[in-house]
C-alpha cells in the first residue's frame, strides 16, 4: 500500500495531459505560485459537478491570493472537455487516465475502494503541502477552508 501524502510532504512532481492534450508539468508552478490540486471521482456526476461549479465560482479569489487550480480525475481528455463547455470552467482538468497520480499521492477511494475519493491538496509556493481536505461527502464544504488556509 502506498503512503498517502501528508502536510509537510514536499508535494510530487506530475506531469499529465490537460483537457486539450496538452501537458502540463507540476514543476513548472513549484517557486512561482500556490497550486490547489482537487481529485474528484467523475466528470458531470452530481457531487463532481457541484465541487467544480464552487471552485469556478471562487476561481478569482484563488487567483488573488496567487493560486493555480487544476482538477484531477482518471475521466478522458475529451470527457473533460464537454465538462468544461457545459459548466464553464476556467482552469485546466488533467487526465490521470491510469490512476498513477492518484496512487502517487495516495488519495483514499470510498465504498471499499469502488468510487475514487474526493481529496484536494494545497501546495506552497516551495512545493510543501500546506493543506489537505477529504471531502468525499461534501464536494463544496472544503474550498472555503482551503481559501483561509491560503491567506
Same mark, same amino acid.
Given at each position: 500500500?502506498?503512503?498517502?501524502?501528508?502536510?509537510?510532504?514536499?508535494?510530487?512532481? @506530475?506531469?499529465?495531459?490537460?483537457?486539450?492534450? +496538452?501537458?502540463?508539468?507540476?514543476?513548472?508552478?513549484?517557486? +512561482?505560485?500556490?497550486?490547489?490540486?482537487?481529485?474528484? &471521482?467523475?466528470?458531470? #456526476?452530481?457531487?463532481?459537478?457541484?465541487?467544480?461549479?464552487?471552485?469556478?465560482?471562487?476561481? #478569482?479569489?484563488?487567483?488573488?491570493?496567487?493560486?493555480?487550480?487544476?482538477?484531477?480525475?482518471?475521466?478522458?481528455?475529451? %470527457?473533460?472537455?464537454?465538462?468544461?463547455?457545459?459548466?464553464?470552467? &476556467?482552469?485546466?482538468?488533467? %487526465?490521470?487516465?491510469?490512476?498513477?497520480?492518484?496512487?502517487?499521492?495516495?488519495? &483514499?477511494?470510498?465504498? @471499499?475502494?469502488?468510487?475514487?475519493?474526493?481529496?484536494?491538496?494545497?501546495?506552497?509556493?516551495?512545493?510543501?503541502?500546506?493543506?489537505? @481536505?477529504? %471531502?468525499?461527502?461534501?464536494?463544496?464544504?472544503?474550498?472555503?477552508?482551503?481559501?483561509?488556509?491560503?491567506?
Amino acid at each position: 500500500m502506498t503512503r498517502s501524502i501528508q502536510i509537510g510532504d514536499k508535494c510530487p512532481i @506530475f506531469a499529465l495531459p490537460n483537457q486539450a492534450g +496538452k501537458i502540463v508539468n507540476l514543476s513548472e508552478y513549484i517557486g +512561482k505560485s500556490k497550486v490547489v490540486l482537487f481529485f474528484y &471521482p467523475k466528470d458531470d #456526476t452530481p457531487g463532481c459537478t457541484k465541487e467544480a461549479c464552487e471552485f469556478r465560482d471562487r476561481y #478569482t479569489d484563488f487567483l488573488a491570493k496567487g493560486c493555480v487550480v487544476f482538477g484531477i480525475s482518471s475521466d478522458s481528455e475529451e %470527457s473533460h472537455v464537454g465538462f468544461i463547455e457545459k459548466h464553464a470552467l &476556467p482552469y485546466d482538468l488533467l %487526465s490521470d487516465s491510469n490512476k498513477t497520480v492518484r496512487k502517487l499521492f495516495g488519495v &483514499p477511494g470510498n465504498l @471499499f475502494g469502488l468510487i475514487p475519493g474526493r481529496v484536494t491538496y494545497i501546495i506552497d509556493e516551495q512545493g510543501s503541502v500546506i493543506g489537505i @481536505f477529504n %471531502s468525499q461527502l461534501d464536494p463544496i464544504g472544503h474550498i472555503d477552508a482551503a481559501l483561509k488556509l491560503i491567506q
